[in-house]
């Protein structure tokens, strides 16, 4: 009987469509020193040991089991031996991958890895630079059942410590002159960490673009055409070097995998070229494309588990700060449904139309939104002098207060009462605007508006204006004034926290008068 298993085996997995992931383990070191290794991953120093590394194992291992795919792409190993250490434990606690892949950077610090339970037919470094800290490239082929499908397994360069663009347009070049050389109709996979979010044509911060906006995801692998997205009717017909990016599959709400002080992002990417939808051999199986959210890897707060480091020392808590990417592919047609293949309309809206509406089931335009206020990571915004404003909460990257714009919206959302809008990208900036028209009294008694030049008095957490009683925040809880205070308000924000409420943001918001 156990024979019959093990023969079946191969039957089994080929009846099924093929699970193809990507996870960032975050930093899986062993406990030898190499002399590049991060210094925090020194073994004796930081807390770092071989247990240490063997619960670090451990916790990789559980989350690859949890996952449960049938290739899957890993970035942050540090080399062969410590993903040896993990091939072994994988088969101990019964999630064994018969084969495996992993680069070969001399001087890297970190590695890309591949398992599969399908045969590797062979493997390869596409080598990005011969500077010793830029990874290579994994390249594998991988037979299922007789065909061919190849995986590219990428890190690119994170947008930390001088991350400019450029250094990631190097990974995507090296990536386009392989993808150039093969046949037309070769079914192939990029997947990885490529550090950078599905539409950074749109949101690439100006201190980072050192390419004319050009960039390595949307440009060089050409994700967008003529600066918008490729999607699936477009990429079912496509060119070669083209490619669909499956995070357009989620909502936008849904849309990261990655979570660093509360801002989401999609650093982990699965894109298909036009030959994974063409219904000869190996297909995308449609609408499949998921992050994995299990409990394991999301806190009580909805927080990623990351392996935990407090005080320069390993806990031996945690997990990874990345979450694990996945997708289906099947030896059935790419088979399309009514929705799957048909092009949205981008619908244009006012910023009336979102009070009306608790979520968004579709991405709406905003036009000649100008930027009332803007403090820090909030600003508000506005379509006309005498119209509603909105409150943009950890959204406003480049934006600049007194500017027009168009903006793309992906998402709104209400806390405590408050709108807010919590994604979008700026489309188009249309010049400067005269704010005056734009800022409105206290007496208008509507969330979102910016008033100007009150004078009031102060007291537990009150203002008084012209006989008026109405709550106020100060963001930074030290600029609070004492009791009596007489204050000048140069800038507020009319916010709403379950009532009418003023928020005043930094210090030359306001200034006392007396006390």
Not at 166 to 194: F, V
Not at 481 to 503: C, D, E, R, S, T
Request: aromatic letters at 10%.
């Amino acid at each position: 009987m156990q024979i019959l298993l093990i023969l079946l085996i191969p039957f089994l997995l080929w009846a099924q469509p093929v699970k193809v992931a990507s996870y960032n383990v975050q930093n899986l070191f062993d406990d030898k020193v190499q002399g590049t290794e991060y210094d925090e991953y020194v073994p004796g120093k930081h807390n770092w040991s071989t247990r240490m590394m063997q619960i670090k194992i451990d916790h990789t291992a559980e989350v690859l089991c949890e996952l449960n795919a049938d290739i899957v792409g890993l970035q942050e190993v540090e080399n062969a031996y410590v993903f040896d250490l993990l091939i072994k434990r994988l088969k101990r606690v019964g999630c064994a991958y018969g084969y495996s892949a992993i680069s070969h950077k001399k001087g890297s610090s970190i590695q890309v890895a591949l398992l599969s339970r399908f045969p590797i037919t062979h493997s390869k470094d596409i080598q990005v630079s011969y500077a010793p800290r830029v990874r290579n490239i994994l390249e594998a082929e991988v037979d299922i059942k007789g065909k061919a499908l190849t995986l590219f397994v990428n890190h690119w360069k994170s947008k930390g410590r001088r991350g400019y663009e450029s250094k990631r347009l190097a990974y995507a070049k090296a990536l386009e002159k392989r993808i150039g050389s093969l046949p037309a109709n070769k079914e192939y996979i990029i997947l990885g960490d490529l550090n950078t979010n599905y539409n950074a044509h749109l949101t690439l911060k100006k201190r980072l673009n050192d390419t004319n906006g050009v960039t390595g995801l949307n440009h060089i692998l050409k994700t967008v055409r003529s600066n918008r997205l490729i999607d699936k009717a477009e990429i079912v017909k496509g060119k070669k070097g083209e490619h669909f990016n499956l995070w357009q599959e989620l909502p936008y709400r849904e849309r990261w995998s990655h979570k660093f002080y509360g801002n989401k992002s999609t650093l982990d990417h699965i894109l298909l070229p036009p030959s994974l939808f063409d219904g000869r051999n190996i297909d995308y199986v449609n609408h499949s494309f998921s992050v994995f959210k299990s409990t394991t890897l999301l806190g009580k707060k909805g927080y990623v588990n990351s392996w935990q480091i407090k005080g320069s020392r390993h806990t031996g808590k945690g997990y990874s700060d990345h979450l694990p990417v996945y997708a289906y592919v099947d030896l059935k047609p790419f088979a399309t449904s009514k929705n799957s293949v048909k092009k949205k309309a981008v619908i244009t809206k006012t910023i009336d139309d979102l009070y009306g509406v608790e979520r968004l089931d579709a991405a709406v335009v905003l036009k000649d939104a100008v930027v009332v206020l803007k403090r820090g990571k909030y600003a508000v915004i506005k379509q006309k002098p005498r119209g509603r404003g909105i409150f943009l909460y950890g959204t406003v990257n480049d934006l600049e207060e007194g500017k027009k714009y168009d903006f793309r919206v992906q998402e709104i959302s209400s806390y405590k009462g408050l709108k807010e809008i919590t994604a979008l990208v700026k489309l188009k900036e249309k010049g400067s605007v005269d704010l005056r028209p734009y800022y409105q009294r206290l007496e208008i008694g509507r969330q979102n508006e910016v008033l100007r030049d009150l004078t009031a008095v102060y007291k537990n957490r009150h203002l008084y204006v012209n006989g008026q009683k109405i709550p106020v925040y100060f963001r930074n809880k030290k600029l609070r004034p004492k009791n009596g205070a007489k204050l000048k308000i140069h800038y507020a924000h009319l916010g709403y926290y379950k009532k009418l409420q003023l928020v005043i943001y930094s210090k030359k918001d306001f200034e006392i008068l007396e006390n």
